[in-house]
């Protein structure tokens, strides 16, 4: 295994997770210690390389996948291809997804599933260490976190797997580089106070003096997300640049240790006595509050919109200030490289991908926040039209983001409550 097999940054330690334990019949949770963080090791010898590509190759052909899968592949012939096999593991990072293969042996009787649920980095790790120990536990990859999901995609170490039946529901963007079960967006909030108002135009607006100790946003040292987002606004800084020039009529002056209007944008909401909170729920609980007669503007995540529908929060997501709305976040789905039961593996992730209803396997993510990745599954009720959303979102570039984080992170960390000058 090469040192390019570990993420090349180490932001949130490995915590306490909730692994169940092999399922018979329906999937338990169980305390385990934490996974240990898988060392580095020596790059390879060439020719053990390039004989774990042939393996790799041949277990493709072997599976149908990859260069070798069927356009067509009836259900009926799924099934009957998994039971041979009998199993299917699933690495996931939500807890939805105990609920979904619960569902799955159900539909599915006399098939064993079992799962390991833990955070994103977590199960990333897991995922890195046995393979790194030459032990092929996983069959079915289900995780977010799209710089470090999409790393082991490049690597070989998952694969892209499209169900020949959903081919013509799944829209480009939701098919490549590898298949999207559903997403969200990382975006501004503001207080029902304010959702009348259209309180900013901009992100710069939240640089003024106006909302100076106004602003909620996770921690960027330890919420990995809010990390992406910063990361991706230094990437698209002339659209920030551009907006600024154009909301105030100026070119926009960079400080000596900011390169671009990005990391400039950082320093100065920074340095505007923004609060951070642990998490993004603990955001739009404070923004949220339908008690608190306080204005409040938050970075979250969509998904929290949920709440909003039950009554539990009361908060308004801000689509269209400029440059972009925020980040889309996708969840992705992928069969490990060299699993035991890659059949079995298919059968599942058809089932997690569910009917064009939203019920199925993919029931427990069908709610409000969350987009199916399926075209022809309608949007859940309430929310914003996908559409109109999608449109206004960045994506991650996993590439970008793996260079340029840890230069991020140090300027986040090097400006966290230091003032700087008003602008």
Excluded at 86 to 102: F, K, M, N, Q, W
Excluded at 124 to 148: I, K
Excluded at 213 to 226: C, F, Q
Excluded at 393 to 421: C, E, K, S
Aim: hydrophobic residues 40%; proline residues 11%; aromatic residues 8%.
């Amino acid at each position: 295994m090469t040192e390019e097999r570990l993420p090349p940054f180490a932001l949130i330690p490995p915590s306490s997770t909730i692994s169940p334990p092999t399922l018979t019949n329906t999937p338990t949770q169980t305390l385990s210690l934490p996974t240990p963080r898988p060392q580095r090791s020596p790059t390879p010898h060439l020719a053990a390389t390039a004989t774990r590509r042939a393996e790799s190759f041949a277990w493709l052909a072997n599976a149908a996948l990859g260069p070798y899968a069927s356009a067509q592949e009836p259900l009926e012939e799924m099934e009957r291809h998994a039971r041979a096999e009998g199993h299917v593991t699933l690495y996931a990072d939500s807890a939805r997804a105990i609920a979904a293969v619960e569902s799955f042996m159900h539909a599915y009787p006399g098939l064993e599933a079992e799962i390991q649920a833990l955070g994103s980095y977590d199960i990333y790790l897991r995922l890195a260490e046995t393979l790194q120990n030459g032990r092929h536990e996983a069959d079915l990859y289900l995780v977010s976190d799209p710089p470090r999901t999409l790393s082991p995609l490049s690597q070989g170490q998952i694969h892209n797997y499209i169900p020949p039946d959903l081919a013509s529901s799944l829209p480009q963007n939701m098919r490549e580089p590898l298949l999207v079960h559903h997403w969200t967006a990382l975006m501004l909030i503001c207080s029902p106070t304010l959702s009348q108002t259209d309180p900013i135009k901009s992100w710069w607006d939240l640089t003024l003096p106006k909302w100076r100790g106004r602003v909620v946003l996770p921690d960027p040292i330890n919420h990995e997300p809010t990390l992406y987002l910063l990361v991706t606004l230094a990437q698209h800084s002339e659209e920030l640049a551009e907006t600024y020039s154009s909301q105030f009529g100026r070119q926009l002056a960079l400080d000596a240790d900011c390169p671009n209007a990005g990391y400039q944008w950082i320093k100065d909401l920074l340095a505007n006595q923004p609060v951070l909170l642990p998490g993004d729920a603990d955001v739009a609980f404070k923004v949220g509050d339908p008690q608190s007669e306080e204005a409040w503007i938050g970075l979250c995540s969509y998904e929290r919109f949920a709440k909003v529908g039950l009554g539990e929060l009361s908060f308004t997501p801000l689509l269209e200030v400029a440059p972009a709305a925020g980040l889309r976040w996708p969840t992705y789905l992928g069969i490990v490289d060299r699993c035991l039961h890659p059949q079995s593996a298919k059968l599942l992730a058809r089932w997690l991908m569910g009917d064009a209803s939203g019920k199925g396997g993919y029931a427990p993510w069908y709610e409000p926040g969350l987009y199916p990745a399926r075209a022809d599954i309608p949007d859940p009720p309430g929310v914003l039209p996908r559409q109109a959303l999608e449109a206004r979102l960045w994506t991650p570039d996993y590439t970008y983001v793996n260079a340029h984080l840890q230069a991020v992170r140090d300027h986040v960390a090097a400006h966290i409550g230091h003032p700087v000058g008003g602008r």
